[in-house]
């Protein structure tokens, strides 16, 4: 059994309510519709069905994605790290500590990788839940991890790996 060596997390506040937000307004712009052009869906069972289906699946994409995004945990233990998501910790990232060449400490910018959220880009892979200090991770495949992290110098500490 492992036990783990170091635990830390990272919240968001601008993202989920920015996807919130659209949730809302997808919501507010499907009443506005109905309201300005009632005849806009007919009067029929299975085509009100449809409008309705329409309007909800974006909306519970994006409160979902909003959700899953608000928040993660890094957990550090004898044998791996792992990166969980939200509060269903999905999506989830996690790799041997064996796999691992170096770790350090870097400055993301959510406006240097295309915003928040799972990101890739030449530069490795990101997980952004806002712009500041983060955890970054170069596994022996070459291909660096980053992700935002309250305190990811006690990740690098517990991870006693060379400096990336």
Do not use: Y
Not at 55 to 71: H, I, K, Q, R
Not at 100 to 112: K, Q
Not at 116 to 124: C, D, E, M, N, Q
């Amino acid at each position: 059994m492992t036990t783990t060596r170091w635990s830390g997390t990272c919240r968001s506040r601008a993202l989920p309510v920015a996807l919130l937000a659209g949730a809302a307004l997808v919501l507010a712009a499907a009443a506005v519709v109905l309201a300005v052009a009632p005849d806009a869906v007919p009067p029929s069972a299975g085509a009100r069905t449809v409008a309705a289906v329409a309007v909800l699946v974006p909306v519970v994409l994006l409160a979902g994605v909003g959700v899953a995004f608000s928040s993660l945990r890094v957990d550090v233990d004898d044998e791996r790290v792992q990166v969980r998501c939200g509060p269903w910790g999905r999506p989830r990232w996690s790799r041997r500590r064996d796999e691992l060449a170096a770790a350090g400490v870097a400055d993301l910018r959510a406006g240097r990788w295309g915003g928040w959220g799972w990101r890739w880009s030449g530069a490795g892979t990101a997980v952004l839940l806002r712009s500041g200090p983060a955890l970054r991770l170069v596994p022996r495949d070459g291909r660096p991890f980053s992700v935002s992290l309250d305190d990811p110098a006690g990740a690098v500490a517990a991870l006693g790996l060379p400096p990336a």
